[in-house]
């Protein structure tokens, strides 16, 4: 049962070590790997009024080629959401530089029915860790964002998904541990709000989505996880879904 949560009670302040270890995390988010395999070939097959299948319906596997002449490319894997049915993705800007300051020679998004398709960059915000991608696909179903970020709270039931054709075990569940606002990231001023919650994530989530358990909406976009500190558990760190559409509308995506 979610933990009753008083919304009159102002959230804290990111502590400085959560926001530290964040800017680690923002360098290695995305899982380099030479073989990704489908976990399973439709997605979309999943019942989409179960909130796990209605989330899977509407995440796809980002893929960005780093061409590095005389060596083998790098492929960095993150994830997506599918943000309309017109082919704009959402995922972390981080997710598209496969570790590298400049953006992937070559983007690649898997559809949740096992589809390829070459992406280009719409727009990012790199200020924010996010991107939009444009796809030409039909048959894209568009995720259900939570507008509120008042409607996240602690003790929130949550679940993680992260590059699911590419993890056998690629949805994790979670709690909200706290909504961080205002929050203030160094490098990274665009962020001024963060989800916290123990789903145990990891590289390859990045850019996927943090869903609500009833209801399966996103709550905001991951982008990170902070350290593993004596008996502390790792902890997952989320960009809210009203930044994520806050951003949408500053940077003129549809």
Do not use: K
Request: glycine share 10%.
């Amino acid at each position: 049962m979610p933990v009753p949560r008083d919304r009159s009670t102002p959230a804290r302040s990111l502590p400085t070590a959560v926001v530290a270890v964040l800017l680690i995390a923002l360098v290695s988010g995305c899982s380099l790997t030479r073989d990704p395999r489908p976990l399973a070939p439709d997605a979309t097959a999943t019942d989409p009024a179960d909130p796990v299948g209605r989330v899977l319906r509407s995440v796809v596997e980002v893929r960005a080629t780093l061409d590095e002449p005389g060596f083998v490319d790098r492929i960095g894997v993150g994830t997506g959401v599918v943000y309309d049915a017109d082919g704009t993705i959402v995922t972390n800007d981080h997710v598209l530089r496969a570790g590298e300051s400049d953006v992937a020679d070559d983007i690649e998004v898997i559809l949740p029915d096992g589809r390829y398709a070459a992406a280009t960059v719409v727009a990012s915000y790199p200020r924010r860790d996010l991107a939009f991608l444009d796809i030409d696909a039909d048959g894209l179903v568009p995720a259900a964002f939570v507008t509120d970020i008042g409607e996240i709270g602690e003790g929130d039931a949550v679940f993680a998904v992260g590059a699911p054709r590419r993890f056998t075990d690629a949805v994790v569940e979670g709690t909200i541990l706290s909504v961080q606002e205002p929050a203030l990231v160094s490098g990274l001023p665009g962020i001024t709000a963060l989800i916290v919650s123990d789903a145990v994530i990891r590289r390859g989530f990045s850019g996927g989505p943090l869903a609500t358990s009833e209801g399966g909406r996103i709550a905001g976009i991951n982008v990170g996880l902070t350290e593993r500190t004596g008996d502390d558990a790792v902890r997952a760190l989320t960009i809210p879904a009203p930044l994520v559409l806050e951003a949408a509308a500053e940077i003129g995506v549809r």
